[in-house]
């Protein structure tokens, strides 16, 4: 990357800067390939924050479905972990996980669960495991919270096979005009869902999988309660990524922990972070660590800035860690910051290998917090920064109510927020779909193939409040 004119002598966030058009020999955004240059095993460059009202099970399946990674936050209990890792493992890759009842289910039960999932429908299936009816939410206008799903849901079933592909599963459903399908087995019995779309997305995305051909998933560890130990158990589940996170990572305590990790973890791929400048980052890698996360205060949730003056404007942040990574065989992630797709592809053309973002799906049916509906009867979730007083009290539950209240009073974070669904995008796929979109055309634009060769041809401009103001659409008249 380099600057169009001569660098400033001030740091930079990504509204700050823009990247301009260069010669280009790609022909088509899709021939360029967003595998990511860590090793993690990505096949998409975007990876979730590790928020508890966001990283659950749901989210993690789909993401890695679509090529992504999720980190499960630190604050989940053990059992906890190992349940979602044994879930998103025994994903199909292709076909979403259904909703199910059973016919003697209610209405208010089916409506309960149908924003758990983004196709929309539930599939009801007899004690054998064949789809016996499917019901939507449109089935319910007209009936109590307590009829039975069997008087309401429809009987006629256009069910696919899982051995058609993609594409001909496509065709099927838009043979047959319908959205959604449930897909069976040999012998009939239920396998998962497909909607149009998502027979779609996977003709475009390659899933992230391990060794085994089963998706990836990540978890964190923090600092302070045996990390170690902790990295160790998560491995044994089939942890794929161990992410060392805490909020200041420059720190002598950040290090040993790095280091006892690595001792336990072998060969697995380990993240740490958050740090802003080269020489944390270079503390960190000599650690041990193979990804070096960035981002001090850009978060969406996150009040470290304005309580206490700490942080780094984030564009400027990423491009130093980059390089000293870079010099070192290393990689970092950018956390933090993302507001829309364009701060994706700087973070990249600073030179991240993938960059790392919460809030911004936290309003999706994916995210893990209840589907909450307010008094105009929008959907809505709520989320909260993971140094919240919120989050200080799930973390600290087994402490003694003395040491939780003194924790309690040193929070950096909302604590509740309210994120409303899209309802054109309500689903984490179509956020994806807006932000690959963006980083495949910003790769055109710079005549890059690969992420590497955006990070190496990238030209970039520094632009004032006006500049940024100005590619901004505007949805009425002015």
């Given at each position: 990357?380099?600057?169009?004119n001569?660098?400033?002598?001030f740091?930079?966030?990504?509204?700050d800067?823009?990247?301009?058009?260069?010669?280009?020999?790609?022909?088509?955004?899709?021939?360029?390939?967003?595998?990511?240059?860590?090793?993690?095993g990505?096949?998409?460059?975007?990876v979730?924050?590790?928020?508890?009202?966001?990283?659950g099970?749901?989210?993690?399946?789909?993401v890695a479905?679509?090529?992504?990674?999720v980190?499960?936050?630190q604050?989940?209990?053990?059992?906890v972990?190992?349940?979602?890792?044994?879930?998103?493992?025994?994903?199909?890759?292709?076909?979403?996980?259904?909703?199910?009842?059973r016919?003697d289910?209610t209405?208010g039960?089916?409506?309960?669960?149908?924003y758990?999932?983004?196709?929309?429908?539930?599939?009801?299936?007899?004690?054998?495991?064949?789809?016996?009816?499917?019901f939507?939410e449109?089935?319910?206008?007209?009936?109590d919270?307590?009829?039975?799903?069997?008087?309401?849901?429809?009987?006629?079933i256009?069910?696919?096979?899982?051995?058609?592909?993609?594409?001909?599963?496509?065709?099927?459903?838009?043979?047959?005009?319908?959205?959604v399908a449930?897909?069976?087995?040999?012998?009939?019995?239920l396998?998962?869902?497909?909607?149009?779309?998502?027979?779609?997305?996977?003709?475009?995305?390659?899933?992230?999988?391990?060794?085994?051909?089963e998706?990836?998933?990540?978890?964190?560890?923090g600092?302070?309660a045996?990390?170690?130990?902790?990295a160790?158990?998560?491995?044994?589940m089939g942890?794929?990524?161990?992410?060392?996170?805490?909020?200041?990572?420059?720190?002598?305590?950040m290090?040993?922990?790095?280091?006892?990790?690595r001792?336990?973890?072998?060969?697995?791929?380990?993240v740490?972070?958050?740090?802003?400048?080269a020489?944390?980052?270079?503390?960190?890698?000599?650690?041990g660590?193979d990804v070096?996360k960035v981002?001090?205060?850009?978060?969406?949730?996150?009040?470290?800035?304005?309580?206490?003056g700490?942080g780094?404007?984030?564009?400027s942040?990423?491009?130093e860690?980059?390089?000293?990574?870079?010099?070192?065989?290393?990689?970092?992630?950018?956390?933090?910051?993302?507001r829309?797709p364009r701060?994706?592809?700087?973070?990249?053309?600073?030179?991240?290998?993938?960059v790392?973002?919460?809030?911004l799906?936290?309003?999706?049916?994916?995210s893990a917090?209840?589907?909450?509906?307010?008094?105009?009867?929008?959907?809505?979730?709520?989320?909260f920064?993971?140094?919240s007083?919120?989050?200080?009290?799930?973390?600290?539950?087994?402490?003694?109510a003395?040491?939780?209240?003194?924790?309690?009073?040193?929070?950096e974070?909302?604590?509740?927020?309210r994120?409303?669904?899209?309802a054109?995008?309500?689903?984490?796929?179509?956020?994806?779909?807006?932000?690959?979109?963006?980083?495949?055309?910003?790769?055109?634009?710079a005549?890059?193939?690969n992420?590497?060769?955006?990070?190496?041809?990238?030209v970039?401009?520094?632009q004032?409040?006006?500049?940024y103001n100005e590619?901004?659409a505007?949805?009425t008249?002015?």
């Open positions: 990357m380099r600057f169009l001569e660098a400033p002598s740091d930079l966030t990504y509204s800067v823009f990247m301009v058009p260069s010669l280009s020999s790609v022909s088509s955004r899709l021939k360029v390939d967003l595998s990511t240059p860590d090793g993690i990505t096949t998409i460059p975007l979730v924050s590790n928020m508890t009202a966001i990283a099970r749901r989210m993690a399946e789909t479905r679509r090529g992504g990674l980190v499960l936050p604050d989940i209990p053990l059992d972990v190992e349940t979602v890792v044994s879930f998103v493992k025994s994903r199909h890759k292709v076909v979403d996980t259904p909703i199910t009842m016919v289910g209405v039960e089916a409506l309960s669960l149908i758990k999932r983004s196709h929309g429908a539930v599939i009801v299936i007899d004690d054998e495991g064949r789809p016996a009816g499917i939507t449109h089935d319910a206008v007209g009936f919270r307590f009829t039975q799903i069997r008087n309401v849901m429809s009987t006629e256009f069910a696919l096979s899982e051995s058609l592909s993609p594409r001909q599963m496509f065709e099927s459903l838009t043979e047959a005009r319908l959205s449930p897909v069976i087995d040999n012998n009939g019995l396998v998962g869902v497909i909607t149009r779309n998502g027979a779609l997305r996977s003709t475009i995305y390659e899933p992230a999988v391990d060794k085994n051909g998706l990836l998933i990540s978890a964190a560890v600092i302070s045996e990390p170690a130990d902790r160790r158990q998560l491995t044994k942890v794929d990524v161990i992410v060392v996170d805490t909020a200041h990572g420059h720190q002598t305590r290090l040993d922990a790095i280091s006892e990790v001792q336990v973890v072998g060969e697995a791929k380990m740490a972070g958050n740090v802003v400048t020489e944390a980052t270079r503390d960190i890698i000599n650690a660590a070096v981002g001090v205060g850009p978060g969406a949730m996150c009040t470290t800035r304005m309580m206490t700490v780094r404007p984030q564009f942040a990423v491009l860690c980059a390089r000293t990574a870079r010099e070192l065989g290393k990689s970092v992630w950018a956390d933090g910051g993302v829309y701060d994706v592809a700087l973070g990249l053309a600073a030179g991240a290998a993938n790392m973002f919460g809030s799906l936290a309003g999706t049916y994916e917090a209840d589907t909450l509906r307010d008094t105009n009867g929008r959907l809505y979730k709520e989320s920064g993971m140094a007083n919120r989050a200080v009290r799930n973390r600290t539950r087994t402490e003694s003395f040491e939780r209240a003194r924790k309690e009073l040193f929070e974070g909302i604590s509740s927020s994120m409303y669904l899209d054109q995008r309500p689903s984490v796929e179509d956020i994806i779909d807006q932000i690959i979109s963006g980083i495949r055309s910003a790769c055109t634009y005549g890059a193939s992420l590497k060769e955006l990070q190496d041809r990238a970039i401009g520094v004032s409040a006006s500049g590619g901004r505007q949805d008249n002015w």
